[in-house]
T-cell receptor, first 111, second 112 residues
Framework: KQEVTQIPAALSVPEGENLVLNCSFTDSAIYNLQWFRQDPGKGLTSLLLIQSSQREQTSGRLNASLDKSSGRSTLYIAASQPGDSATYLCAVKGGSEKLVFGKGTKLTVNP | EPEVTQTPSHQVTQMGQEVILRCVPISNHLYFYWYRQILGQKVEFLVSFYNNEISEKSEIFDDQFSVERPDGSNFTLKIRSTKLEDSAMYFC??????????FGDGTRLSIL
């Protein structure tokens, strides 16, 4: 059974800092991995999707990497801003249609 | 940009009552999903729907749950006899084949 873990559970940084969020998964037989952002009381906004054959994806200040063999992904946020404050979720898709989610990392960027 | 829309945003229901949560997926998407998130816990998969039938369901999706696509635009989740433990945020999502799943803002279901 696939399990997804995100470390740390919470992170507080000053504005402007570069930061890395970690995601690990137990079964490396994944189809893709998706990073989401969740604001309090809101839905999930898709940030990046990495296919299993890819090593990384970039969108603006965000860069996500995937090491499928070791069961790890990282989300790198450059030059963090207070507006980046949210919970970041990692989810993997295996051989079926469902996404398996981690519990998320709650990020606070302080002005 | 096209969005997944869900109604209502908040539903309060007495235990034992039936509730229907509604979703309008992105128009050209073919795959539809329901997930739920109990407060403070992970987002959990409930069911996926493709070609007018359930393609996969989790162990949570028991006989009290059902899904339907009554017309070309709506996708609904029905809970027949609600329990206290059904209180959660319910998310609808949709996708094309092998593309990101796009989520709605969710319906907060509160069972009294």
């Amino acid at each position: 059974k696939q399990e997804v873990t995100q470390i740390p559970a919470a992170l507080s940084v000053p504005e402007g800092e570069n930061l890395v969020l970690n995601c690990s998964f137990t079964d490396s037989a994944i189809y893709n991995l998706q990073w989401f952002r969740q604001d309090p009381g809101k839905g999930l906004t898709s940030l990046l999707l990495i296919q299993s054959s890819q090593r990384e994806q970039t969108s603006g200040r965000l860069n996500a990497s995937l090491d499928k063999s070791s069961g790890r992904s990282t989300l790198y946020i450059a030059a963090s801003q207070p507006g980046d404050s949210a919970t970041y979720l990692c989810a993997v898709k295996g051989g079926s249609e469902k996404l398996v989610f981690g519990k998320g990392t709650k990020l606070t960027v302080n002005p | 940009e096209p969005e997944v829309t869900q109604t209502p945003s908040h539903q309060v229901t007495q235990m034992g009552q039936e509730v229907i949560l509604r979703c309008v997926p992105i128009s050209n998407h073919l795959y539809f999903y329901w997930y739920r998130q109990i407060l403070g816990q992970k987002v959990e998969f409930l069911v996926s729907f493709y070609n007018n039938e359930i393609s996969e369901k989790s162990e949570i999706f028991d006989d009290q749950f059902s899904v339907e696509r009554p017309d070309g635009s709506n996708f609904t989740l029905k809970i027949r006899s609600t329990k206290l433990e059904d209180s959660a945020m319910y998310f609808c999502a949709s996708s094309e084949m092998a593309t990101p799943q796009h989520f709605g803002d969710g319906t907060r279901l509160s069972i009294l």
